[in-house]
């Protein structure tokens, strides 16, 4: 579960690039559809997340296992740590470091469904201040953990990895593929750089190597 497409995009080959085996990953949330302004009932961003959630009718032990037929090795959830912002969250904390705005935002998210203590296939993905962060570490750009709004620092600078519309980054699922080729490359890179990285992996690679 993502955000939006092109977080979907780079996260999607960091799974495969840390499992042991080869992968399929698939979109839960959001879900493609030309009748909800395309992207399905529940909507994009954090708020489509969390509607996500709250509309499971089962454990998510259950919706991952259902004991017949193929199960789900590892359920990643996604959101941004810049939500922790939105007056709806409220748990912006001081930054760096960004552990404290994450902790708080693992527990709003565990909140909108059940995560029992024995569900270890699910993983928590939070970049602070967003995924566009790791993108950057990737592409030496000096963009340090709990940078406010890095997207829009990638339409400046000499590489200008993405373009404008309407004074805001234009996210264009293409380009992040191709975004996702070089943070896989330079992983060790954006890992060092950003705790929140490191720790997906750690979490990612406990999870797959079951």
Request: hydrophobic share 40%.
């Amino acid at each position: 579960m993502v955000e939006g497409p092109t977080d979907f995009e780079v996260l999607s080959r960091l799974v495969a690039a840390f499992s042991p085996i080869p992968t399929v990953s698939l979109v839960l949330q959001p879900e493609a559809s030309a009748a909800f302004s395309s992207f399905g009932q529940t909507g994009a961003g954090w708020k489509g997340v969390r509607a996500w959630c709250k509309q499971l009718t089962v454990p998510l032990q259950r919706y991952l296992d259902p004991g017949s037929g193929p199960k789900m090795d590892l359920l990643v959830v996604h959101i941004d740590a810049d939500v922790s912002r939105d007056a709806e969250i409220a748990q912006s904390m001081t930054c760096p470091p960004a552990r404290h705005t994450v902790n708080r935002l693992r527990r709003v998210i565990q909140s909108w469904f059940d995560v029992p203590a024995q569900c270890r296939q699910s993983v928590l993905c939070i970049p602070s201040d967003a995924l566009e962060t790791w993108i950057a570490a990737a592409y030496d750009y000096p963009i340090p953990e709990c940078t406010y709004d890095p997207a829009s620092l990638l339409t400046r600078g000499p590489g200008k990895l993405l373009k404008t519309k309407d004074g805001k980054a234009k996210k264009k699922a293409s380009d992040y593929r191709t975004f996702a080729d070089e943070v896989v490359e330079r992983w060790g890179r954006v890992a060092e750089s950003c705790l929140m990285a490191k720790l997906f992996e750690k979490q990612c690679r406990k999870v797959l190597s079951c």
